[in-house]
């Protein structure tokens, strides 16, 4: 049972664009939302997250927008870059000390010169 | 670079064999999580140690098994390998009672 619903699969963006990628949770013991953003060949790098009792957070070129009520949370990059091109996984760790990620299925963002 | 490291980067063996992947926690995470990164089911959770103890399983073949050793390193031993245990494998780590995952580079297992 997918958990976490990720969308869209790929995305293609112009330089100096907005970048969104959407998220959909079914479990409510979630507590904690981060993204992952992972190069080819590396590991999955911690980008930015988020808990439940805020509706946004800002670091930098990146926003999580989280809606509780609809169980939904998204990733917006502000001004995407080419260096930005990678692919993306939204992620939920639930509350308890069994902390296993569940993660999206992936967002391949290329963002073109 | 995380601070976690994996060996090896790649590892190629044939079906029936049995290889162990090593873990090294960023200096002073207790936890560690294992994870398989394959084509057709994505990013799954194997199974989480904390200080030694297995802490939480998730889709892990019996066929597969982990340990956290004193020094807080990790193996992940994949045994009776087949074709589908083709994928990349990786350790992450967290500090007690902190939400954050940091994940190593991965090792890249081709099983032929």
């Known amino acids: 049972q997918q958990q976490v619903k990720q969308s869209p699969q790929s995305l293609i963006v112009q330089k100096g664009g907005i970048s969104i990628i959407n998220c959909a949770y079914e479990?409510?013991?979630?507590?904690?939302f981060p993204w992952y953003q992972q190069f080819p060949g590396k590991g999955p790098a911690l980008l930015i997250a988020i808990r439940p009792d805020v509706s946004e957070k800002k670091e930098g070129r990146f926003t999580i927008s989280f809606n509780k009520s609809a169980k939904q949370f998204s990733l917006h990059i502000m001004d995407s870059q080419p260096g930005d091109s990678a692919t993306y996984f939204c992620?939920?760790?639930?509350?308890?000390?069994?902390?296993?990620?569940?993660f999206g299925s992936g967002t391949q963002l290329t963002v073109l010169p | 670079d995380s601070g976690v490291t994996q060996t090896p980067k790649h590892l190629i063996t044939a079906t029936g064999q049995r290889v162990t992947l090593r873990c090294s926690p960023r200096s002073g995470d207790l936890s560690v999580y294992w994870y398989q990164q394959s084509l057709d089911q994505g990013l799954q959770f194997l199974i989480q140690?904390?200080?030694?103890?297995?802490?939480a399983k998730g889709n892990i073949l019996e066929r597969f098994s982990a340990q956290q050793f004193p020094d807080l390193h990790s193996e992940l031993n994949l045994s009776s390998l087949e074709l589908g245990d083709s994928a990349l494998y990786f350790c992450?780590?967290?500090?007690?009672?902190?939400?954050?995952?940091?994940f190593g580079p991965g090792t890249r297992l081709t099983v032929t």
């Open positions: 992450a780590s967290s500090v007690l009672g902190e939400d954050e995952q940091y």
């Open positions: 479990n409510t013991a979630f507590d904690y």
């Open positions: 140690y904390y200080n030694g103890e297995e802490r």
């Open positions: 992620a939920a760790l639930p509350s308890g000390s069994a902390r296993q990620l569940t």
